[in-house]
């Protein structure tokens, strides 16, 4: 009998020894899955909030700002202008310099009719609603980029100049680089959402400065503040035509990416000032703020030159007096061949280099080749023009042999930067307009 009451309560003791080990193994257990829970929650949060500032940090990052004196090229404000940003609809401005090119070298007239693809015609809003199989004029295209920045128009022209809207955006591209342009690439000619489509404040200050000078006659389009379309009317979405004096262009854009975009020139009292804002939150708090920068800095001295412009006593002092010119002899570089279209990038700027005119002809293939290696970017893909020429030897009166080299197909703000750049180098030039025939 105690036997039995004995093991009994060695059994319970054991028993109650287990369930205590087995409760305690449960609060352990309901102890980790606690923490657990609660570090998973942190690793969230953590995780969340580092997400969000990269987002927020994203979103500022879209802002940039940029205000030059067209005059002076000098620099009155910056902002992030180098930051790489969406352009949005201001991609249009390089669509419209390309139809102005055309139309310059007569590739097309202002009656020309551009035909409408179904691919065109599908293209998302802002549009004019064009129908497959339909056409538009020259003129009626230009002016529902400015005023209505018709994205169907937009792939129009660049199915008609460029055979299809990819080869015209390499056209874009390259011809924005010749501008000197050096951190913009397009990738249609619309603005509509591409992400290697990219621009930045300074760029397109450059575009506006040089679609005005080179294209002066067509830049005027840009004060037009509405037009008329099968007897729908569409009005210019630049504000600052009707509300800030002076206003002569050029155009805004607007994406979720990109924010609200604007590049303005104004002109008051003989002096240009063209500005950039990239990343506004609304139309009206961009316009308003553009405005404040240009109240800013229309009276402010200048400050820091957009490029450095080659001084008068950094030109030559003498130049040989030419002749005649005998014949071309070849091109050192020509760019890569390309698929034949209506818009030719064989077409010439206003402006060239001269590095010189050389007695060997050695001398001259090594004096492009250097400049190329100093200025690689302007000049890596740009035709050089080796001539050779004839002058008068000052010392006998003599005729003697002269190797001229040109790099040829160069806006002027172009050719005057690079001659500096070359200047600065050690390597002499001389920035000169085409029609220079010497």
């Not at 920045?149 to 390499?170: M, Q």
Request: glycine share 4%; net charge positive.
């Amino acid at each position: 009998m105690l036997l039995n009451v004995f093991k009994l309560n060695f059994l319970g003791k054991k028993l109650l020894k287990n369930y205590t080990i087995i409760l305690n193994y449960q609060k352990i257990f309901l102890f980790q899955k606690h923490y657990s829970m609660h570090l998973i929650k942190l690793i969230f949060n953590s995780i969340f909030i580092l997400f969000f500032l990269v987002i927020a940090s994203s979103a500022k990052a879209k802002y940039a700002s940029f205000i030059i004196n067209e005059n002076t090229k000098r620099i009155y404000h910056n902002t992030n202008a180098d930051t790489r940003n969406y352009p949005a609809s201001l991609t249009k401005i390089m669509t419209l310099y390309m139809i102005f090119d055309a139309l310059k070298n007569k590739k097309i007239s202002m009656n020309t009719k551009f035909k409408i693809s179904k691919r065109a015609a599908r293209q998302p809003p802002s549009k004019l609603n064009l129908a497959a199989g339909s056409s538009i004029t020259v003129k009626n295209a230009i002016l529902a980029l400015i005023t209505k920045s018709a994205n169907d128009v937009a792939t129009v022209v660049a199915e008609n100049l460029g055979k299809s809207e990819r080869n015209f955006a390499r056209l874009m591209t390259r011809k924005a680089k010749k501008l000197g342009m050096k951190r913009t690439i397009f990738k249609n000619a619309s603005g509509l959402p591409n992400r290697g489509q990219l621009s930045t404040a300074r760029d397109m200050a450059i575009l506006g400065m040089a679609i005005r000078k080179n294209h002066p006659s067509f830049f005027k389009l840009f004060k037009t503040k509405s037009f008329v379309y099968k007897g729908v009317k569409y009005t210019n979405h630049n504000n600052l035509l009707s509300s800030y004096s002076g206003t002569d262009g050029i155009k805004t854009g607007y994406t979720n990416a990109s924010g609200f975009n604007l590049v303005a020139s104004v002109e008051r009292n003989g002096q240009r000032i063209i500005g950039v804002v990239f990343g506004g939150k609304k139309a009206r708090s961009r316009d308003k703020h553009m405005i404040n920068l240009l109240n800013k800095y229309f009276k402010t001295s200048p400050s820091k030159p957009l490029v450095r412009i080659a001084k008068p006593s950094e030109m030559p002092k003498v130049r040989p007096k030419v002749i005649v010119a005998q014949k071309n002899v070849k091109s050192f570089k020509i760019p890569p061949k390309t698929k034949k279209t209506l818009y030719s990038e064989n077409i010439q700027d206003d402006w060239f280099v001269q590095i010189g005119a050389f007695k060997n002809r050695l001398n001259a293939h090594k004096a492009a080749r250097n400049a190329r290696n100093i200025v690689p970017e302007q000049l890596g893909n740009l035709p050089a023009s080796l001539s050779k020429i004839t002058r008068t030897n000052n010392s006998n009166n003599n005729l003697e042999y002269l190797w001229r080299v040109r790099f040829i197909e160069l806006a002027e703000n172009q050719a005057r930067s690079v001659c500096a750049e070359l200047w600065t180098s050690g390597l002499s030039c001389i920035p000169l307009p085409s029609d220079n025939k010497s």
